[in-house]
């Protein structure tokens, strides 16, 4: 297996599990990455996968949370994150937090270590004419190689991720709220969730009003051109949300009454498990996303499934430009991985990076490709970032875009827990066909 070489470009947790994922199993990986000569400017460390922002792994409920599940099948398939994470965990209730020096420094020592590794620092400028890479420079890639990439692939890289919140379907009371097109134009496609004047004033007075996240510095330049975040339009005045994204013009409910104010759900998927809130792109903090957006009479007990975000996170059009196993449509030696692909957050990126390295594995040892399905987490992610949308925004792990199951449950805790036990049993198949010897 020596013969085999991967250039992995990118020591975050993406290129560090696909190094080492690869490397485990024979294969000789050359790893570059732009540390210590380089940084971007949210890293400040030397060591490999840095956390810059949070030391949460976000929770580690497999029965009971869809990135718990994640982090199930990454250790079925044998992760690295998550056996740095076990060695460097810190106590944090149900959430997977670790000491984030101790966790960089478990993942350098064991990547530098390992004899199938050569680790090289320098700045990858260019994509790789020949053979087979995987590229995970993350949402901060520096701009000679996002420029390259954009020129190659004939697709535009998003320099600033302006993203609204998306809630889970079932979490939606439909009692409160009316399918219908403006102007009945269209299918049934949007959910609309009225408010009254009382409501709708309260609303807009409490979301101009919320506590808004920290903009890192490098965030700061140009960070809303072009796409104003719903906390600052409602400070411009009562009635400017009324006038945008929740005019009620055209829009009657089934007794053809038309509401004061309006907040539209648009579907995230095709199976219309999870709905996008229309217009909403915020910048404020997760919790008060979740405070505000209650207050909505339809939204009032909504499962978030994704907080909105606005900040610096250069990912690909991927839909447009990658295959479901993260290979690149037009060079197919390239694959990405990671937060470049459009997955959102730290595990979700470590899986990517396995599921590219096992694909990869899957093409150097001339056998068909693994049969990922949207039953795990890891196929679901893989799937989300492929298929066409054409408001493609990154994503993390969430029942939504699992396959729904094959008989209606009720139940919550019960529904999560068949999911993931369906998952399993798909991750473990993957993960002993991914071993298995030719």
């Given at each position: 297996?020596?013969?085999?070489?991967?250039?992995?470009?990118?020591?975050?947790?993406?290129?560090?599990?696909?190094?080492?994922?690869?490397?485990?199993?024979?294969?000789?990986?050359?790893?570059?990455?732009?540390?210590?000569?380089?940084?971007?400017?949210?890293?400040?460390?030397?060591?490999?996968?840095?956390?810059?922002?949070?030391?949460?792994?976000?929770?580690?409920?497999v029965?009971?949370?869809?990135?718990?599940?994640?982090?199930?099948?990454?250790?079925?398939f044998?992760?690295?994150?998550?056996?740095?994470?076990?060695?460097?965990?810190?106590?944090?209730?149900?959430?997977?937090?670790v000491?984030?020096?101790?966790?960089?420094?478990?993942?350098?020592?064991?990547?530098?270590?390992?004899?199938?590794?050569?680790?090289?620092?320098?700045?990858?400028?260019?994509?790789p004419?020949?053979?087979?890479?995987?590229?995970?420079?993350g949402?901060?890639?520096?701009?000679?190689?996002?420029?390259?990439?954009?020129?190659?692939?004939?697709?535009?890289?998003?320099?600033?991720?302006?993203?609204?919140?998306?809630?889970s379907?079932?979490?939606?009371?439909?009692?409160?709220?009316?399918?219908?097109?403006?102007?009945?134009?269209?299918?049934?496609?949007?959910?609309?969730?009225?408010?009254t004047?009382?409501?709708?004033?309260?609303?807009?007075?409490?979301?101009?009003?919320?506590?808004?996240?920290?903009?890192h510095?490098?965030?700061?330049?140009?960070?809303?051109?072009?796409?104003?975040?719903?906390?600052?339009?409602?400070?411009?005045?009562?009635?400017?949300?009324?006038?945008?994204?929740?005019?009620?013009?055209?829009?009657?409910?089934?007794?053809?009454?038309?509401?004061?104010a309006?907040?539209?759900?648009?579907?995230?998927?095709?199976?219309?498990?999870?709905?996008?809130?229309?217009?909403?792109?915020?910048?404020?903090k997760?919790?008060?996303q979740?405070?505000?957006?209650?207050?909505?009479?339809?939204?009032?007990?909504?499962?978030?499934?994704?907080?909105?975000?606005?900040?610096?996170?250069?990912?690909?059009?991927?839909?447009?430009?990658?295959?479901?196993?993260?290979?690149?449509?037009?060079?197919?030696?390239?694959?990405?991985?990671?937060?470049?692909?459009?997955?959102?957050?730290?595990?979700?990126?470590?899986?990517?990076?396995?599921?590219?390295?096992?694909?990869?594995?899957?093409?150097?040892?001339?056998?068909?490709?693994?049969?990922?399905?949207?039953?795990?987490?890891?196929?679901?992610?893989?799937g989300?970032?492929?298929?066409?949308?054409?408001?493609?925004?990154?994503?993390?792990?969430?029942?939504?875009?699992?396959?729904?199951?094959?008989?209606?449950?009720?139940?919550?805790?019960?529904?999560?827990?068949?999911?993931?036990?369906?998952a399993?049993?798909?991750?473990?198949?993957?993960?002993?066909?991914?071993?298995?010897?030719?």
């Open positions: 297996m020596k013969g085999y070489e991967v250039t992995v470009v990118g020591a975050g947790l993406a290129g560090c599990e696909a190094a080492y994922w690869l490397a485990e199993r024979g294969a000789s990986v050359r790893l570059l990455e732009g540390k210590p000569q380089k940084r971007s400017p949210a890293h400040t460390a030397d060591g490999f996968a840095e956390l810059v922002c949070s030391n949460s792994l976000k929770s580690d409920d029965y009971g949370n869809a990135c718990g599940l994640l982090k199930e099948e990454m250790r079925l044998g992760s690295l994150t998550m056996e740095a994470a076990a060695a460097a965990r810190v106590p944090a209730g149900g959430a997977l937090a000491d984030r020096d101790a966790f960089s420094a478990y993942v350098t020592q064991k990547v530098r270590a390992h004899p199938n590794i050569a680790c090289e620092c320098r700045e990858v400028r260019s994509l004419e020949e053979g087979y890479c995987i590229v995970a420079t949402p901060l890639t520096f701009d000679p190689l996002a420029e390259d990439i954009r020129r190659k692939l004939g697709e535009g890289l998003h320099f600033y991720d302006a993203a609204a919140p998306i809630v379907a079932e979490s939606v009371d439909l009692t409160k709220a009316f399918v219908a097109d403006r102007y009945g134009k269209g299918s049934g496609d949007y959910v609309n969730c009225p408010l004047k009382e409501e709708y004033e309260a609303f807009a007075a409490a979301l101009a009003g919320a506590e808004r996240a920290l903009v510095d490098f965030d700061k330049r140009d960070v809303f051109e072009g796409c104003m975040p719903a906390e600052i339009l409602a400070a411009r005045g009562k009635d400017s949300l009324r006038f945008g994204m929740m005019k009620p013009v055209g829009l009657y409910d089934e007794n053809g009454k038309r509401p004061y309006v907040v539209q759900l648009r579907k995230e998927n095709a199976a219309g498990t999870a709905y996008n809130l229309v217009g909403f792109q915020t910048n404020l997760f919790g008060e979740a405070r505000v957006f209650r207050m909505i009479p339809a939204l009032q007990k909504a499962e978030f499934l994704r907080y909105g975000v606005m900040h610096r996170n250069t990912y690909l059009d991927s839909p447009n430009v990658l295959h479901a196993d993260y290979s690149c449509k037009k060079y197919p030696h390239l694959y990405f991985a990671g937060q470049l692909t459009g997955v959102e957050g730290y595990v979700e990126s470590a899986g990517s990076g396995i599921a590219a390295a096992m694909n990869v594995w899957q093409k150097l040892r001339g056998r068909a490709p693994l049969a990922w399905t949207d039953e795990t987490v890891t196929g679901a992610l893989a989300y970032i492929s298929s066409p949308n054409a408001d493609f925004q990154p994503m993390n792990a969430n029942y939504g875009i699992l396959r729904p199951l094959a008989e209606e449950v009720r139940d919550k805790a019960k529904k999560r827990r068949l999911f993931a036990e369906r399993l049993r798909c991750a473990e198949a993957l993960a002993r066909a991914a071993r298995a010897e030719k």
